[in-house]
């Protein structure tokens, strides 16, 4: 029983630590489902978008302007009916349509955030990261030639709606795998560093106060 709980605990610690890997808000709410409404109308709303361009080819300078005209009928109508007060809620003024510095903040930051790890990877600091950096790149670059942009982005999201569920759900049967995974993987790059890095020739200090 006690070895249970214990387990219990520490599954919900590595649970908590992925939703706060994800942000722990209102963006790691989205991918856990905690909110099923939101999260499938967001990804219904994809599925919409990817279904137009990619499989009935829609024109998107077509569907952006229609969406603009819409949007302009809308106001127009909602802003003639407020102020003949047939209904007493008001359309929405220019600054709850304007997009708050705090939102442009947290973009910039994630930015930043991409930037400061690429710069870290490429460092060579850690070389196992590095190799999975440049095999991942390698990998999506190959099937990106099979796909087009809207369709890797979307199956992009449709992974980050996905993956992190699935991972609540069969948690246990991942990390198994993932440790087993780990541990081969282990090995493999030892071997890669005892024969090939650690036998490639460094500079001494004699050859360095020559060159």
Known sequence: MAERNEHGASSSRRRRSLYHNLGGGHFADIMFWRNKKESGTILAVFT????????????????????????????????????SQLIKRQPPSIDDLKISESTWRVLFDKINW??????????????????????????????????????????????????????????????????????????????????????IPKATGKTKRRM
């Open 48 to 83: 919409l978008i990817w279904f137009l361009f990619e499989v009935v080819e829609y024109p998107f300078i077509t569907f952006l302007c229609q969406i603009l005209l819409i949007s302009i009928f809308i106001f127009f109508i909602w802003s003639y009916i407020g102020s």
């Open 114 to 199: 991409f930037i400061i790890k690429l710069y870290d990877v490429s460092s060579g600091t850690d070389f196992r990261l590095l190799v999975l950096a440049v095999v991942s790149l390698w990998m999506l670059s190959v099937v990106g030639n099979y796909f087009s942009s809207l369709t890797l982005l979307y199956i992009v999201f449709v992974g980050l709606e996905t993956i992190p569920m699935l991972y609540e759900l069969y948690e246990e049967e991942l990390n198994y795998a993932a440790s087993k995974s780990g541990k081969n993987m282990k090995k493999l790059f030892d071997k890669f560093n005892s024969k090939v890095i650690n036998k």
